[in-house]
């Protein structure tokens, strides 16, 4: 690889992502004044919602869901992006943040498409023969990751052949289905964690202060991140609404495009 010259503490391509990000959340929040929420057009949606567009997986990045979610991914980008576009170059920085960007949104869409199939499986298979099985099926994968009033499955559990039971349970799961389709997400996550990845390939031992505070090398924290946030996608708890596959995502699709560009030393444009 060949280094640009100099080195650069606020680069152009990432003061101006900075800059984007921060106009977008201006923007949402003075449209949320005026009863307009950006989050339905510009946020990624499931293909099967009715909010969703095409052009969302490049939009969804540069909507964040609060302040400290806005705050703690600039913070991220600048950190990790200003080292990576210094040592990069523009043209190829902005090449791989979008890449990563968008790669965390296409595993995201497929995790969720697997979700919402298994779900539709789970209710067929619970119409077409109501037993205790087929109810335990349904409450242990899918009730166990939404709020769900427990006197209903202890209710309907003892005797889910019950009508009711059948009827009420079908009625849950098709409500718990449209809130996934419905859900949007958002954040430049996916692409922040793209950039963790190529800092912990390109600079393993530079040291990164945890909380400011514990001194890690970059190749370890990156390997930790990335097992917390593959345990966590797994673990799939209760009220976790961050979309820790999209964070995956961008760490492997980034993995793949530096190995692809290594390979055919592609570094210059």
Known sequence: MIRPGGFNMLPPVVKNLLI??????????????????????????YFESKYFAPYQ?????????????????MFALWMFGASIENFWGPKKFL?????????????????NWFTISGMHSAVEAYKAMPTPETFTVL?????????????????????PTNQQAIS??????????????????VGASGAVFGLLLAFGMLFPNSIIYVYFALPVKAKYFV?????????????????????????LGGMLFGFFMIKYWKKNQYNQY
């Open 223 to 247: 390997m930790i991140y990335g097992a917390i946030e593959l345990y966590s996608g797994f673990a799939n708890n209760a009220g976790d609404n961050v979309a820790h596959f999209a964070h």
């Open 57 to 73: 997986y490049i939009t969804y990045m540069f909507m964040h869901g609060g302040f400290s979610h806005i705050l703690f991914n």
């Open 95 to 111: 090449i791989y943040y979008f890449v990563t960007g968008i790669g965390a949104a296409l595993l995201q869409t497929g995790v």
């Open 20 to 45: 984007i990000n921060g106009l977008f959340f201006l923007a949402t929040i003075t449209m949320e004044q005026q009863g307009v929420d950006l989050t339905h057009y510009l946020g990624l949606h």
């Open 139 to 159: 409450v242990r994968d899918y009730f166990s990751s939404f709020p769900i009033n427990q006197q209903f499955i202890q209710q309907w559990s003892l005797e």
């Open 168 to 185: 009420e349970t079908y009625n849950y799961i098709q409500n718990a289905i449209d809130v996934v389709v419905n859900i949007p997400t």
